[in-house]
């Protein structure tokens, strides 16, 4: 149309020096091991574009994706050769693509490893299961002969309860040891940013932290150490006196006990904000809680504006964004918080 669409209502801040900072906190714990960094997901949400070159600044060399369709937006950033896939090459297409662009497959089966050796193979890295049961090589076929043809570079595998005090994290443990004296390798790989918490038995020679890098705190012991790195508002749209007895949003789940000043908030569910972060939750002002009523909508939540009567339409709110804080009063884990966030948060 020729014109320049007016400023976004919604925001998403990261604060990169608390990213970097986070890498560097992942990286020292992990003692003698590297920290590498999981990018999957958009970076958990939080954008490769923004996140990829500040964690490569802080010193990481070694990237994680899932797809091979999040290859090439991580490649803007960073050499193809430092990014894994976890997938793993399925199909001789994907083979093909791994070899062309250089990045590396995560080898899952000794099918994706004959996958590997026919496109012409090359360096590798091979997910064991130990127990989680998802992808890996069974421990019972690593003696494939397709798996003993490959050249593996890091042999890893993947923690199911690293963030519990759980009997099957020494057990897994205790199988990825047997299968690193099973398997050629150079380096091997076990913990992620929970598994780092676990101590060094955990750490190997390279560690693959995510959701700690993010702001997020799997483990207490980590509370003290990561901070946190996005920062939502949103503005508000309208704002209204509504009378006693007048019900606010679908389902009238809101009736008010007297006469109120709400304001609607541009910010719903189709942006991450789910329906169950409703109940209970607040946004707020420079300090001032304004308590949520009735249904978080797609694209709306209305905000009682008791707490702060000088706002307006065109004002900025804070979103409730404390990750470990909205997890426990959600169904949702810190894993679905980051990576819910919408497209518009992110225009």
């Not at 150079?186 to 993010?214: C, E, K, V, W």
């Amino acid at each position: 149309m020729g014109a320049d669409p007016p400023a976004p209502t919604l925001r998403l801040d990261i604060d990169t020096q608390a990213l970097a900072a986070n890498w560097r906190a992942m990286d020292a714990l992990s003692g003698r091991a590297a920290a590498g960094a999981a990018v999957k997901a958009d970076c958990y949400g939080l954008g490769a574009d923004t996140c990829v070159p500040v964690l490569r600044e802080a010193g990481c060399r070694h990237f994680f994706v899932a797809h091979w369709s999040e290859v090439a937006g991580v490649a803007r950033h960073v050499p193809a050769g430092e990014i894994a896939v976890l997938h793993g090459p399925v199909t001789r297409a994907e083979a093909d693509y791994a070899r062309a662009v250089g990045a590396v497959p995560v080898i899952n089966s000794p099918e994706q490893a004959r996958t590997w050796s026919a496109a012409g193979g090359g360096p590798c890295h091979l997910m064991v299961d130990t127990g989680i049961n998802r992808l890996g090589v069974a421990l019972r076929d690593l003696a494939d002969p397709a798996i003993a043809a490959l050249e593996i570079d890091v042999l890893m595998s993947h923690l199911a309860c690293a963030d519990e005090d759980s009997p099957m994290n020494p057990r897994q443990l205790e199988a990825f040891r047997a299968a690193c004296g099973q398997v050629p390798h150079r380096r091997a790989s076990l913990a992620n940013s929970a598994g780092i918490a676990l101590g060094p038995d955990y750490a190997f020679d390279l560690t693959r932290p995510g959701l700690a890098l993010y702001g997020g705190v799997p483990r207490a012991e980590l509370a003290p150490i990561v901070r946190p790195v996005a920062r939502l508002a949103a503005k508000l749209i309208q704002c209204r006196t509504i009378e006693p007895g007048e019900s606010v949003g679908y389902n009238a789940a809101f009736t008010a006990p007297a006469a109120m000043r709400v304001g609607t908030v541009s910010l719903g569910y189709a942006d991450g904000f789910l329906r169950a972060r409703g109940p209970g939750g607040a946004f707020a002002s420079a300090g001032r809680g304004l308590p949520i009523l009735g249904k978080v909508s797609m694209d709306m939540v209305v905000v009682d504006l008791a707490a702060a009567p000088d706002l307006g339409p065109g004002d900025w709110v804070e979103v409730p964004f404390d990750l470990v804080d909205a997890a426990q009063q959600t169904i949702l884990s810190q894993y679905e918080l980051l990576t819910l966030l919408g497209a518009r948060l992110k225009s």
